[in-house]
């Protein structure tokens, strides 16, 4: 049985067993409370009795756009093992958010077709921004809003200003902590401005900062994310968003709610690895996603428009 340590941003700790891609799996989850030197303990003192570590919520690098920066603190925490691999999904992520697009597309077609896509954030989520955009009839960044509080004026936000914000946008958060990165669900200090959100039908990125920046009105909304638990959803549900998206595999049968991070899916790639020496690389993961059977899972959230599959318009020649 594979042993897999997920550390994450939050508190509490619990212990399950899987099958996954015929493999059985020991998945312990340990909470850090967003704290460095806790997490950077944890997997000193877990070090060589785990197959692989995930941490999760605390990324070794930020990429916005073509720009990339080490976080101060991400970038230090896997020195902290010497034999056990340690990963932040960021091996994985992309490929696989390019990958659930595809496959939602094709099962329900026309979900992504001509809407309005708020990132939500942009940040590490190219895959999922570039696939999106090839299919949308817009794209943009709520990144100005939901980390600096800016308002929703026209241009900022935007695809044809990117290039010139993201590495000032990344040279602001390269030391900040971890909850700001990747924010946890709440109430946001400042509240941020609705205009975008309102102008989205879909809201891609993040279900935390979705959840903490998002207004609670919600109609209509298709929500796309890395993964989600049933607590988000009964909170996405209250607001009144109709589609759920998660892209991660799920580990208790095709097509459930992934209800786990890239991190924690990279961290199982990498134990399940036949040979044990082989690079953490792109190559190194699609050889091994080359079995994976899975699609991402596409939830209704409201009872009215359960029946309804308003995507299977397909135009003929």
């Not at 976080?71 to 925490?77: D, E, R, V, Y």
């Not at 690895?273 to 690389?281: F, G």
């Amino acid at each position: 049985m594979k042993q897999i340590l997920v550390i994450h941003s939050g508190e509490g700790s619990e212990t399950n067993d899987y099958r996954f891609m015929e493999h059985d799996l020991r998945l312990r989850r340990v909470g850090c409370g967003g704290d460095a030197e806790r997490a950077r303990a944890l997997i000193a003192e877990h070090d060589g009795r785990f197959d692989a570590i995930a941490v999760e919520g605390m990324p070794a690098a930020l990429e916005l756009g073509d720009a990339r920066r080490p976080h101060a603190l991400g970038a230090t925490l896997a020195s902290a093992a010497t034999q056990t691999p340690v990963v932040d999904g960021a091996g994985i992520r992309a490929g696989l958010e390019r990958w659930g697009v595809i496959l939602a597309d094709r099962a329900q077609p026309g979900i992504f077709g001509q809407k309005r896509v708020l990132m939500v954030p942009g940040l590490n989520h190219g895959g999922l921004a570039g696939a999106l955009e090839r299919r949308a009839a817009d794209l943009r960044y709520a990144d100005p809003f939901i980390y600096f509080a800016l308002p929703s004026v026209p241009l900022v936000g935007g695809r044809s200003t990117l290039g010139q914000a993201a590495g000032p946008t990344l040279d602001q958060l390269k030391d900040a902590p971890f909850h700001r990165i990747q924010p946890l669900p709440g109430e946001p200090g400042t509240p941020r401005d609705a205009d975008s959100f309102a102008w989205a039908d879909i809201l891609a990125g993040d279900v935390g900062a979705i959840r903490r920046y998002a207004p609670a009105e919600l109609k209509r909304k298709t929500v796309v994310v890395e993964w989600a638990t049933e607590d988000d959803l009964a909170d996405l549900r209250r607001r009144g968003v109709s589609i759920v998206v998660t892209m991660m595999p799920a580990l208790d049968g095709r097509g459930e709610l992934g209800r786990w991070s890239a991190a924690t899916i990279e961290a199982i790639m990498v134990a399940l690895r036949p040979d044990p020496d082989a690079p953490l690389t792109e190559d190194t993961y699609l050889d091994l996603m080359a079995d994976l059977d899975w699609t991402p899972a596409v939830r209704y959230l409201q009872p009215e428009e359960a029946g309804i599959n308003r995507f299977a318009f397909v135009i003929h020649p």
